[in-house]
């Protein structure tokens, strides 16, 4: 079966500080594996996805993950924190093909001044 | 229409009735989702839909919740004698094919009281 742990549920940085989010996953199979963002009272919108390509996937607003099979990790992350990332973000994880899609409990980011 | 469609956005109910939920894929996506997410938690898998396949429904919690999918397209998700417990936000995402992201609605906020 698989399973995504996301490290820290609560992870504050400062702006235009580095942001790291954690990410590894158990899979049997070669994953596709994704990053998703919930602003506030908002529903969610993919960052990026890894489906078997380039290691090192880039998304939206600046965030980018590296795919590292030995390490069993997808971590996200970010150059310069901004105000405008905080949100609620969510790790997944897809085993192959016709299977489900599996989500972290997530990360909170808190940006500060 | 563009995106998931989800109804009602909203629905308060007594408990012990029972509730539909309704979700409009995008049209052509063959795979249906749907989750819940209760309050500052993160999102808990309920049942999954593949084209003609059996559904995945390993994640309904009991069996007072469950979901069919009409015609490959409309999904109802069901939940009899609800509890107090059931309040969540309930999402539904759909996806054209297994190496492409899920695609969320805005959700339906179900409160029990």
């Known amino acids: 079966a698989q399973s995504v742990t996301q490290l820290g549920s609560h992870v504050s940085v400062s702006e235009g500080a580095l942001v790291l989010l954690r990410c590894n996953y158990s899979?049997?199979?070669?994953?596709?594996l994704f990053w998703y963002v919930q602003y506030p009272n908002q529903g969610l919108q993919l960052l990026l996805k890894?489906?078997?390509?380039?290691?090192l996937v880039k998304g939206i607003n600046g965030f980018e993950a590296e795919f590292k099979k030995s390490e069993t990790s997808f971590h996200l992350t970010k150059p310069s924190a901004h105000m405008s990332d905080a949100a609620e973000y969510f790790c997944?994880?897809?085993?192959?093909?016709?299977?489900?899609?599996?989500f972290g409990t997530g990360t909170r980011l808190q940006v500060t001044l | 229409g563009a995106g998931v469609s989800q109804s009602p956005s909203n629905k308060v109910t007594e408990k012990g009735k029972d509730v539909e939920l309704r979700c409009d894929p995008i049209?052509?996506?063959?795979?249906l989702y749907w989750y819940r997410q209760s309050l500052g938690q993160g999102l808990e898998f309920l049942i999954y839909?593949?084209?003609?396949?059996?559904?995945?429904k390993s994640g309904l919690p009991s069996d007072r919740f469950s979901a069919e999918r009409t015609g490959g397209s409309v999904s109802t998700l069901t939940i009899q004698r609800t509890q107090q417990e059931d309040s969540a936000v309930y999402l539904c995402?759909?996806?054209?094919?297994?190496?492409?992201?899920?695609?969320f609605g805005q959700g339906t906020r179900l409160t029990v009281v």
């Open positions: 995402a759909s996806s054209p094919g297994d190496r492409n992201e899920a695609f």
């Open positions: 899979s049997s199979v070669p994953p596709y």
């Open positions: 890894y489906t078997s390509a380039a290691t």
């Open positions: 997944a994880v897809k085993p192959g093909t016709a299977s489900k899609l599996t």
């Open positions: 049209s052509g996506h063959t795979a």
């Open positions: 839909f593949q084209g003609n396949s059996a559904p995945d």
